[in-house]
């Protein structure tokens, strides 16, 4: 398609076809009651669907009750919760997008404040609102950080019953409709947690050496590609690296997508760090640092990969795209500011686009102006 920019050019995956190579990355909203979606998630979703993004994520879903990061955040661990999910996936496929939800356990991140709230552990304000705590687990009792609580760690028999849950909550991902899953491995929370010699210091078969830290994510990978449909793709989002010398380092993550891709998943999804601070890792962030990870497991994974990270310019994710650095382009922070960032893309990519792609219940009146305005001129023209 020498024609058609990378960023434009339809992907195959298994048996799906996005439109384009523009991913909207699971964001967190905290605005579900008891895990269940409601009207907030699907206008905030819905609107990157017109937007004209190839595939939408749900923010993490969690597997378990005791998985979510905080008292807002959305679930699929029970049934109940599976009507919900089918009318944000509905929404998206009458509007051209797929839709994909990102499946997790916030581990021993569990039981936080909401962001307006603090951000920290829950504490007795917060139990006046409601929003009380709860014990949060991991691969051994190492808190995330000073005045955190001490996580309880899993036995063999609740790590067995979580990676269940993991399988369960694909099937009812799959009763919902999705088109594509991800498993949240990356950020701190409870399958990184696993993966880093930070947070895990067991000496049993979960932990030590790196086949055992990978042990969990493993088993969680194996048993969701076999809960899920054969035909549609599974990716995984980790923490590239954690940051430190001692942490989680790319060899490793390299090491860890080689098995992953022997497992069934398709595509890595390249983040970094939150194993004790910030989401990412390193120094102060600049546009595309988190690139040269997905470019590096591409090469030594020889599978599909997706960045993310400060890509808010479409001649920027382009050059991502056309120098082979990853296969598609993960749009977070900036679409919240510019829900239309893909349709604008467009624009500015193929001049004489217009706005064939946009809805047509606001394209025709766009185009309309654009004839009768002598200065207007379109974003990105």
């Not at 497992?263 to 640092?289: H, K, W």
């Not at 990519?349 to 047509?360: I, V």
């Amino acid at each position: 398609m020498p024609d058609i920019p990378h960023l434009f050019r339809p992907l195959t995956l298994r048996s799906i076809t996005s439109r384009n190579r523009i991913v909207i990355s699971p964001m967190c909203q905290y605005s579900a009651h008891e895990g269940y979606v409601n009207d907030w998630h699907l206008v905030n979703l819905g609107r990157f669907a017109t937007g004209g993004a190839g595939i939408v994520f749900t923010e993490a879903t969690a597997v378990q009750k005791a998985g979510r990061i905080t008292h807002g955040c959305p679930g699929l661990w029970e049934d109940g919760q599976i009507a919900g999910h089918a009318r944000l996936v509905r929404f998206a496929l009458d509007n051209g997008a797929l839709p994909g939800v990102q499946l997790g356990h916030a581990g021993r991140k569990g039981g936080m404040q909401r962001p307006w709230f603090g951000n920290g552990p829950l504490g007795v304000d917060d139990a006046a609102r409601g929003d009380s705590g709860w014990t949060p687990l991991g691969p051994s009792p190492i808190p995330v950080a000073d005045g955190w609580p001490e996580p309880h760690a899993l036995s063999k028999g609740e790590i067995a019953a979580l990676v269940d849950d993991y399988a369960a909550a694909a099937g009812r991902a799959r009763e919902a409709g999705y088109r594509i899953v991800e498993l949240h491995g990356a950020h701190g929370y409870l399958i990184h947690s696993f993966l880093s010699p930070l947070s895990n210091r067991r000496e049993d078969g979960y932990g030590g050496d790196l086949k055992g830290r990978m042990r969990l994510a493993l088993e969680a990978a194996e048993a969701v590609r076999g809960a899920w449909p054969d035909e549609l793709p599974l990716f995984f989002r980790t923490s590239a690296v954690d940051g430190g010398a001692d942490g989680w380092q790319l060899d490793d993550t390299v090491v860890l997508a080689r098995a992953l891709k022997g497992l069934g998943v398709d595509v890595m999804d390249c983040s970094s760090g939150g194993i004790a601070g910030p989401a990412t890792a390193g120094g102060r962030r600049q546009p595309g640092f988190q690139v040269p990870y997905a470019a590096k497991v591409r090469e030594g994974a020889g599978m599909m990969t997706q960045a993310v990270g400060l890509i808010t310019h479409p001649a920027q994710a382009e050059a991502i795209l056309a120098e082979g650095q990853a296969d598609l382009i993960a749009i977070a922070r900036e679409a919240l500011a510019n829900p239309n960032w893909a349709l604008h893309a467009e624009q500015a990519l193929m001049p004489g686009a217009g706005y064939a792609s946009w809805p047509e219940q606001s394209g025709w009146w766009l185009a309309m102006r654009e004839k009768t305005s002598d200065f207007y001129q379109p974003e990105g023209g």
